[in-house]
């Protein structure tokens, strides 16, 4: 069923989603209609107070990431989990008894500055890293991989679909392409695909397919540790803001890819969330919360499992939002 969703609806999406982090989002022009403003309190009543950032984001107030968003003090926030990056666009550092899986790359003007820097600041060896794994095939989540592979020999994984869109760009990209250097391609490398684990020292990432930002579009679960106890942390990659180009038909699709992850973070028992792109899920208030955090004091970034699926309840919520407001 996923791979008839992908063949048949996801072309025109990717055209739609493409451009993301570079089309202006907002709020609506016009007053929104009874049915959106039914659908977006549905949404904030799901969220409560633990997603109402969420609700208030992706439903009233969508924009996209910015190379200028704030640098992210770099976090140790478990045990073997640390965060660098931007706002916007992090980078979650995993280790293993074998080295560093990244979670993302930065863009490629991060890299140097911000990326190994921060990496470095938190104790951490960048020659370690040995794996980066891409959420989807936007810049500044792949713009680093180039580097990592060539100055650490880093294997990159990246989705088929989207090895296809950073070596294949659509002409729209190309024609802005060509107005000044795209960001540099890592050798094709790795392939990311749904059923296939990928491991490094003893810890093991579970793909799942969620196509909708991109084609390729990736979903991770894997094990995190809060003073030795083990939880089961999940990254969606990838976050659609609805564009004019994009059809219903097509939206429906990152639906099914909502749905599907959810079925996923069940069986797999996700407690913790992460996210490539934070801008929507409240993150700044749960670093604030682990800067202060005191012994025998619950990890803020476990949300456990029902908030979790209410985490993804949210963003199909604002999805029947954005859909309804289109029809306006």
């Known amino acids: 069923m996923l791979r008839t969703f992908i063949r048949v609806l996801l072309p025109g999406l990717l055209a739609a989603c493409l451009l993301y982090g570079q089309e202006k989002g907002g709020a609506p022009a016009k007053p929104d209609s009874p049915q959106v403003k039914s659908d977006i309190e549905k949404a904030k009543k799901i969220a409560g107070a633990e997603w109402a950032d969420e609700a208030h984001f992706l439903c009233e107030a969508p924009h996209p990431a910015s190379p200028n968003d704030p640098l992210l003090e770099p976090t140790k926030i478990f045990d073997n989990v640390y965060l660098v990056g931007r706002e916007g666009a992090e980078v979650y550092a995993v280790t293993t008894t074998d080295g560093i899986i990244l979670f993302d790359a930065g863009s490629p003007a991060d890299v140097e500055p911000v990326v190994i820097p921060g990496l470095q600041k938190l104790g951490l060896d960048p020659a370690k890293i040995k794996i980066v794994i ?195």
């Open 134 to 328: 891409v959420s989807h095939g936007h810049a500044d989540h792949f713009g680093g991989a180039s580097y990592l592979q060539e100055h650490y020999g880093a294997h990159i994984y990246i989705g088929a679909a989207d090895w296809d869109l950073l070596e294949h760009p659509p002409a729209g990209r190309g024609e802005k392409q060509k107005k000044g250097p795209g960001p540099p391609l890592p050798k094709h490398d790795m392939v990311i695909a749904e059923g296939q684990p990928i491991t490094l020292g003893g810890v093991t990432v579970t793909p799942v397919a969620i196509p909708g930002h991109t084609a390729g579009s990736m979903g991770f679960f894997f094990p995190v540790k809060d003073h030795g106890k083990t939880h089961m942390a999940a990254i969606f990659g990838g976050a659609v803001l609805i564009t004019r180009a994009a059809t219903d038909a097509e939206l429906e699709t990152y639906r099914h890819s909502i749905a599907h992850f959810k079925e996923d973070a069940k069986r797999m028992k996700a407690d913790v969330e992460l996210k490539d792109s934070p801008l929507s899920d409240g993150q700044e208030a749960k670093l604030d919360k682990l800067k202060a955090r005191e012994k025998g004091q619950p990890n803020p970034f476990v949300v456990g499992q029902a908030n979790y699926d209410k985490f993804l309840d949210v963003m199909t919520a604002c999805l029947d939002a954005q859909v309804d407001r289109r029809k306006e």
